[in-house]
């Protein structure tokens, strides 16, 4: 249960200590339509934070479509129009001494839920369990947050159609 836990909380979030970026290896296939290259992921890959053709004035082939860059991940790849695609992204950080002692907590508050679950204790402990593990998760995201310069954030045609 630890690897699927662990990937799924440092899926959740863009933690300081498991974000790296990458230039992606072109891939000897490519797509069958609409895309002309293929980018293979690194193994490591858990979520895409952003690439080097999101914005239009990152590449003279970037494409977009209603305001956002068109590529897509697929089955271990990203294909796009794109000859070069560069990436920064939550990788499988398995170096515990690399995580942020609140994670680290929240984690082992997780796995206390998640066993508990499975061995079939009560149901009123087993909720509170995982009341406990969803509070530690915002106490480390928190914190995480907070460290370093903010993400910046491109307000996208449905934010703007609020305004």
Do not use: C
Request: proline share 4%.
């Amino acid at each position: 249960a630890y690897p699927q836990a662990r990937d799924a909380m440092l899926r959740g979030h863009f933690w300081n200590f498991a974000v790296k970026r990458s230039t992606l290896a072109l891939s000897t296939e490519t797509p069958d339509w609409k895309y002309t290259y293929k980018h293979v992921l690194p193994d490591d890959f858990l979520r895409l934070i952003q690439t080097n053709i999101d914005t239009p004035s990152a590449s003279a082939n970037s494409e977009f479509h209603d305001g956002q860059p068109d590529y897509r991940i697929e089955s271990g790849f990203v294909v796009s129009n794109d000859a070069t695609v560069k990436i920064e992204y939550v990788f499988r950080q398995e170096d515990i001494s690399k995580y942020d002692d609140l994670f680290i907590d929240a984690l082992i508050a997780r796995m206390s839920a998640e066993l508990a679950a499975a061995s079939k204790k009560s149901i009123s402990g087993v909720q509170n369990l995982w009341e406990v593990a969803e509070r530690k998760l915002r106490e480390a995201r928190t914190a995480d947050s907070q460290e370093g310069v903010p993400r910046s954030f491109e307000a996208n045609i449905w934010v703007n159609s609020r305004l």
